[in-house]
């Protein structure tokens, strides 16, 4: 008996160790996956991003250009005579009224001209007033009067004539007698015509000639006179348009010359900002459309597009286009170069993403990161829209409430682990207002 204690331990021995061993085998194999997993959990770390949610919010399409001012009116007063200057009125700067005295130039031989051809204008007046009034009517009282004398001269001759022929018949009168008293009807006869071709000349032809003739002086000293006063007036320089003075290159006693500028008046109560545009851009833009120009150190002003050019820059083939605006103190000055931003398109319900989101795919094709909700991040591709500064518009690719990473987007791998962090500020990528603002919007 002893001796088969002693065997059965002996088994029992070689067994408990297999056993021993075995399970040291599992703990170590335990060690080491517990190892693996740890590295592996160290080589793909979760990377943190900030997200912001697709929102649902209008849009404004702008184009914006660079452009030059120019003022509402602006006037270069080009002098039609050359004198030398007498007197300026203004200077730069000065503000002036349409009509307004602004320099005279030398004009006493003007001045002299001027009087001369008036003193002939009236003379002219004078003598048309005495042909129609005096003249005229005297000659063709005079001529009625010769056509009446003649006349009755025309009848005494006939009546002594026939006399003298009843005479003649009886024998009481010899025949030379007769014919002379026919001589003498026949002149009396002939004076009483041309008597009366006389008035009749007078009071068609000859009445209408006089008064041509004297109307035609009248109407030439006039002429004359109007000329003089007009050469006069040239040497007072007025302003055609309200406005400020710009230029002023002469000073008084020195010659300024017909066809140079010697003063130039702006309105700048308005200013026009001239810009060249894409066709393209063009297309989009009307008149009235809202528009803004800023200027350096200058608060933007509100104006509206006012013309959009229908034809082509041929040495650009760009479109110009005209905005125009109120000129608040006269802040904005003619030459300056501006910026413009022209709304031309306002598009309601449109998702927006921040601009930071977009990433460069291939072929220039745009991409986003999505949040999944197995905590990582897919890449998606989209169709964008309207931009407008830091916002743009996603066509198609995704939906309201979408999360897109804004940062840390960059270089990040497709099905990368993420940790969504929450922003710094009022912005926060993955603050809950933009979820209100998504809820808000599609109850509206």
Sequence with gaps: MPANRNSTSAIKTPRLARIVFASSCMLVLDLVLASCAKKAAEADPAVPVQVVAVKKTSINRIIEAAAVLYPLQQSAIVPKISAPVKQFYVTRGSFVHRGQLLATLENRDLAAAAQDTKGTYDQAQATYQTTTAADLPEAIQKAQLDVKAAKGLLEAQEKVFKSRQELFQQGALPRKELDQSNVDVTSARN?????????????????????????????????????????????????????????????????????????????????????????????????????????????????????????????????????QAKNPGNSLRPGSSVNVSMLAETVPDALVVPAVSLLAGEAGAKTVMVVGGDGRAHQRTVQVGIRQGNKVQILDGLHAGDKVITEGAYGLADNSKIEVREASGEDSPADKSGAKTDESNDKK
């Design 191 to 323: 004076q009483y015509e041309i008597a009366q071709n006389h008035l009749q000349s007078l009071m068609t032809i000859g009445k209408q000639g006089t008064l041509k003739s004297a109307a035609g002086q009248l109407e030439s000293a006039k002429g004359k006179y109007a000329g003089a006063e007009a050469q006069l007036a040239y040497s007072e320089i007025r302003s055609p348009i309200d406005g400020v003075i710009t230029d002023r290159p002469l000073y008084p006693g020195e010659m300024a010359t017909a066809g140079t500028p010697l003063l130039t008046v702006m309105d700048i109560s308005q200013i026009i900002a001239r810009a060249h545009i894409s066709q393209q851009d063009a297309a989009s833009l009307k008149v009235k459309d809202k528009a803004t120009i800023t200027a350096p150190g200058a608060d933007p002003v509100e104006g509206k597009v006012t013309m959009v050019s229908p034809a082509l820059d041929p040495n650009s083939t760009t479109v110009e286009i005209w905005v």
